[in-house]
C-alpha cells in the first residue's frame, strides 16, 4: 500500500479558527514535509491533502421545574424552582430560568385537575448567549389541587300528620359538621322534596343536594362533599 518510505518521517501543518460554541469550522491541511534523515524528499511523493472540520456538539441538559399540590384553600398555588435532572451545565456558563406564570387555584384547573408548571431557561456564557449549544430538554412539573373535606348535615324535623309535606327547608336548615369552607365561597343546599305520609321506618331522610360558587363560579368539585 502507498504510505510513507521506511526511515521516511511526515512533518504537516494544520489550521482551524478557534471553536467555542455548537457548530463546526475547516480543518486545513497546510504544509507537508515528508524527511529523510535531514533530507527533505517531499517532492518523491505524490501528496493529497484531504481537509476536515473540528466540531462542537450541543451538551444536553434536562431541567424540570417544581411540582406541588395542596387542598384547596382558595389561594394560587405555584412553585418556582427546578432541578437539572440530566447532564450539567459547562463551568463557565449561567443558566436563567423564568416562569411561564402557571398556577393553580380550584381542583377543575388544568386537564385532569393538573397544571403544567411552564417555564423556559437561557443559558449565558459571559456576555454571549450560548443557549443554542445545549440539546435542552425541558420538563414541566405539576400544580394540583385537591378537593377540600366538609361535611353538612341536614336538619330533623317532625310534626303530627296533616297532609301536608314536612320539607327540610331554611327553617329546619343544615349545619357544617366537619371542615369549613373558604372565606369568600357560597354555599347553596337544596332540600328534596319532603315527606307527607307516616313511614314505617319513622320517618324519611332529609336529602339535599348542596354546591359551592366563588364569585359566581361552580367551584363544586374544589370540594368533598
Known amino acids: 500500500e502507498p504510505g510513507l518510505a521506511e526511515d521516511h518521517s511526515l512533518e504537516v501543518s494544520t489550521s482551524y479558527d478557534s471553536i467555542t460554541f455548537a457548530g463546526s469550522v475547516p480543518h486545513v491541511v497546510g504544509d507537508v514535509t515528508i524527511w529523510a534523515g535531514g533530507d527533505d524528499v517531499t517532492d518523491n511523493y505524490a501528496i493529497t491533502r484531504v481537509d476536515s472540520t473540528v466540531t462542537v456538539t450541543p451538551r444536553l441538559i434536562r431541567i424540570m421545574s417544581g411540582s ?102 331554611a327553617e329546619n336548615g343544615y349545619e357544617i359538621t366537619e371542615g369549613k369552607l373558604v372565606e369568600g365561597d357560597d354555599l347553596t343546599v337544596t332540600f328534596g322534596p319532603g315527606i307527607i305520609h307516616v313511614r314505617e321506618s319513622g320517618g324519611g331522610k332529609n336529602t339535599f343536594e348542596a354546591s359551592v360558587s366563588k364569585d359566581g363560579k361552580d367551584i363544586t368539585s374544589s370540594y368533598s362533599i
Open 68 to 169: 406541588a399540590t395542596k387542598v384547596y384553600d382558595g389561594q394560587p398555588l405555584t412553585n418556582e424552582t427546578y432541578e437539572i435532572k440530566e447532564g450539567s451545565l459547562a463551568e463557565t456558563d449561567t443558566l436563567y430560568v423564568v416562569y411561564g406564570g402557571a398556577s393553580a387555584t380550584f381542583v377543575s384547573d388544568g386537564p385532569e385537575g393538573r397544571v403544567d408548571n411552564t417555564f423556559s431557561v437561557s443559558i449565558m456564557h459571559g456576555e454571549t448567549d450560548a443557549t443554542g449549544s445545549y440539546y435542552l430538554i425541558l420538563t414541566y412539573g405539576k400544580l394540583e389541587i385537591t378537593p377540600r373535606p366538609i361535611t353538612i348535615t341536614s336538619g330533623s324535623a317532625d310534626k303530627i300528620y296533616d297532609g301536608g309535606a314536612l320539607t327540610g327547608d
